[in-house]
Antibody, heavy 121, light 112 residues
Framework: QVQLLQSGAEVKRPGASVKVSCKAS????????MHWVRQAPGQGLEWMGV????????AYAEKFQGRVTMTRDTATSTVYMEVRSLRSEDTAVYYC??????????????WGQGSPVTVSS | DIVMTQSPDSLAVSLGERATINCKSS????????????LAWYQQKPGQPPTLLIY???TRESGVPDRFSGSGSGTDFTLTISSLRTEDVAVYYC?????????FGQGTKVEI
């Protein structure tokens, strides 16, 4: 069965960076793109971007352009998302979510358990 | 960006009764090339990640009970829970995947 195992909780100072990982199993890693979605405390869902593990191509929400980088390691079936220049508004749970389908960006059919990130001085 | 607006923000429904959630997009999410609506619904229970309920506006994900149904096209969509059960207490989100950035509605909280 599809499993997405994310890294644990992080606490960071404003201005620092954080790198969240998402290890996939139960399917062919390079056949499905991976979205990243975040959820601030008590708030809704916010799409951040998507990476195609096959070639490494990415698409980011304009809001995160230049501050977020998504990468992948095909040897370990892991995708990563780094957020730089953290501010308090980045405090959220970050989810990886598998894109249904091998070409194009579609809905997410499996989600990781979430990685809480707290930004506080 | 396409703005997704859900209504109501919350609703309380008696057990066994129908729950109806609406979702309106600021731009049509109906593709002219394949005649499909790029609209999904998710359920999120407290402390858990979202789970997929419906995609292409009306296709139920495998394993989702048939009391959940989706309808609508273009800019107006509806999620219906035909007979509410205790385990359906959750927040429900619509999402458009017609274009990036993908966007979600603000969520609708369903309570008993």
């Amino acid at each position: 069965q599809v499993q997405l195992l994310q890294s644990g909780a992080e606490v960071k100072r404003p201005g620092a960076s954080v790198k969240v990982s998402c290890k996939a199993s139960g399917y062919t890693f390079t056949s499905y793109s991976m979205h990243w979605v975040r959820q601030a405390p008590g708030q809704g869902l916010e799409w951040m971007g998507v990476i195609n593990p096959s070639g490494g191509s990415t698409a980011y929400a304009e809001k995160f352009q230049g501050r977020v980088t998504m990468t992948r390691d095909t040897a370990t079936s892991t995708v990563y998302m780094e957020v730089r220049s953290l501010r308090s508004e980045d405090t959220a749970v970050y989810y990886c979510a598998r894109n249904r389908g091998s070409s194009g960006w579609y809905y997410s059919d499996s989600w990781g358990q979430g990685s809480p990130v707290t930004v506080s001085s | 960006d396409i703005v997704m607006t859900q209504s109501p923000d919350s609703l309380a429904v008696s057990l066994g009764e129908r729950a109806t959630i609406n979702c309106k997009s600021s731009h049509s999410v109906l593709s002219g090339s394949n005649n499909k609506d790029y609209l999904a619904w998710y359920q999120q229970k407290p402390g858990q990640p979202p789970t997929l309920l419906i995609y292409w506006a009306s296709t139920r994900e495998s394993g989702v009970p048939d009391r959940f149904s989706g309808s609508g096209s273009g800019t107006d969509f509806t999620l219906t829970i035909s007979s509410l059960r205790t385990e359906d207490v959750a927040v429900y989100y619509c999402q458009q995947y017609y274009t990036t950035p993908q966007t979600f509605g603000q969520g609708t909280k369903v309570e008993i």
